[in-house]
């Protein structure tokens, strides 16, 4: 069975948003984002869980830059919720701990368990990457913030639990994979995700998003990035509602295709349950 492919190393919260989607299937740990698409493209993986976006911290810019060129498509989302564990080495309590590793972003998202126990934040390459250190060195005053499966992974043991500060953080992933699989129109729960170019004309972004208002296509994303280095060339990735068959939000295209120079459709796929939550 070929693997998910992901960024990062053994343990990290994509490779348990791989574990959680595709039950079963073994994980591919890639050192970038390119090397996590170039096993899809070579077929040494079935897919690629790419993440786009956090609900703390925003857009994953890494991944706005990368997908359209990819040559990839997107064939489905998965949300995975992000639960910090305070990890230590077997035998250690948490009144041991001096100093906690992580990456920056975790960090900056367990203030309050830092300040209780009045640690040392230290900054690391990742979550997973920061496990594995804590359990080399095997010093009760290290400590890591990661996943209950980076604690498993790396033989470490879970000194406390959702240690987050907010307990909405949440990592949305595209699944992608070498060749689209588009589900019939008729499916319900669709989402279409395109990225597009406006010309350069007045008002030509509020005209071009004109019709999915008329058209009633609820647009659940839109986000803008610079192209090329040019402070003039900017592209939209837009997640709509719907099927570009479908009747509504074909009629809405063909309104944005009218105001913009190129429109690109990167997948057509089944919305995730987690929304329906």
């Not at 990661?146 to 498993?152: D, G, I, P």
């Not at 990735?237 to 063909?254: F, I, K, N, S, Y």
């Amino acid at each position: 069975m070929q693997p998910v492919s992901f960024q990062g190393t053994p343990g990290a919260y994509s490779d348990l948003a791989c574990r959680t989607a595709f039950p079963g299937r073994p994980t591919l740990p890639c050192a970038t984002f390119e090397e996590a698409i170039g096993a899809v493209h070579d077929g040494t993986a079935a897919f690629a869980m790419l993440p786009c976006e956090n609900s703390l911290v925003g857009r994953v810019p890494d991944i706005h830059a990368l997908l359209p060129g990819s040559g990839l498509s997107i064939v489905g989302e998965h949300f995975q919720r992000i639960e910090h564990c305070l990890l230590g080495v077997p035998g250690a309590a948490i009144a041991d701990v001096e100093r906690i590793h992580s990456h920056a972003v975790a960090l900056g998202q367990v203030r309050g368990v830092i300040r209780e126990l009045g640690a040392q934040p230290v900054i690391q390459a990742d979550t997973a990457g920061a496990a594995h250190m804590v359990a080399r060195w095997a010093r009760p005053a290290d400590a890591a913030i990661a996943s209950a499966l980076a604690a498993e992974i790396h033989g470490l043991v879970v000194l406390r639990a959702n240690v987050e500060d907010a307990a909405h953080n949440t990592t949305r992933f595209y699944i992608a994979a070498a060749a689209p699989s588009v589900p019939p129109p008729e499916t319900p729960g669709l989402i279409t995700t395109f990225i597009f170019a406006v010309r350069n004309v007045p008002a030509a972004l509020y005209k071009a998003l004109g019709g999915f208002a008329t058209n009633g296509v609820n647009m659940t994303k839109l986000e803008s990035y610079m192209v090329g280095g040019a402070f003039t060339a900017t592209e939209f990735m837009c997640d709509v509602e719907g099927h570009p068959e479908q009747t509504a939000l074909r009629l809405a295209l063909e309104e944005l295709a009218f105001f913009s120079r190129e429109i690109r459709i990167l997948g057509v796929y089944r919305r995730a349950s987690f929304r329906e939550s």
